[in-house]
């Protein structure tokens, strides 16, 4: 029954091809933005999820 109807819709056969289209387009622009994003902006992303959010020098230093 499904194969029937799927075979009686026109231009059926675009929509892989689309969908192929826009799975390469993502990562060939995701491929470009890795390698030219700045060094410095990596290294900040790495470091957030060890960062509590305090700084260690005032955290640290009694409060008068």
């Known amino acids: 029954m499904y194969k029937d109807?799927?075979?009686?819709?026109?231009?059926i056969?675009?929509?892989?091809v689309i969908?192929?289209?826009?799975?390469?387009?993502?990562?060939?622009?995701?491929?470009?933005?890795?390698?030219?994003?700045d060094s410095g902006f990596i290294r900040t992303m790495s470091q957030l999820p060890l960062e509590d959010g305090t700084n260690s020098k005032s955290a640290n230093s009694p409060q008068s």
């Open 19 to 37: 969908s192929f289209v826009i799975f390469f387009s993502f990562f060939i622009v995701l491929l470009w933005w890795a390698f030219t994003v």
């Open 13 to 16: 056969a675009i929509w892989p």
């Open 5 to 11: 109807i799927l075979e009686n819709i026109d231009h």
